[in-house]
């Protein structure tokens, strides 16, 4: 099977838009991004209680 190559007008754009620099988070997005992780988290072990109890219930019924 023959790959097809890309042209160079591409290949050049393709080099420019991975050069983007990544500019450090500041404060405020890494304090939101804990507190997404850590609302999951809570949601996550929320959700295993429950099911949890939801077995317990099952198994006695």
Do not use: G, W
Not at 12 to 32: I, M, R, S, V
Not at 36 to 60: C, P, V
């Amino acid at each position: 099977m023959r790959r097809h190559s890309q042209s160079r007008a591409a290949t050049e754009a393709n080099k420019l838009f991975k050069q983007t620099a990544t500019k450090p988070a500041t404060d405020y997005e890494k304090a939101e991004r804990v507190f997404h992780d850590n609302r999951e988290r809570l949601k996550a072990e929320r959700l295993a209680r429950e099911a949890e109890r939801r077995d317990r219930s099952e198994r006695t019924s």
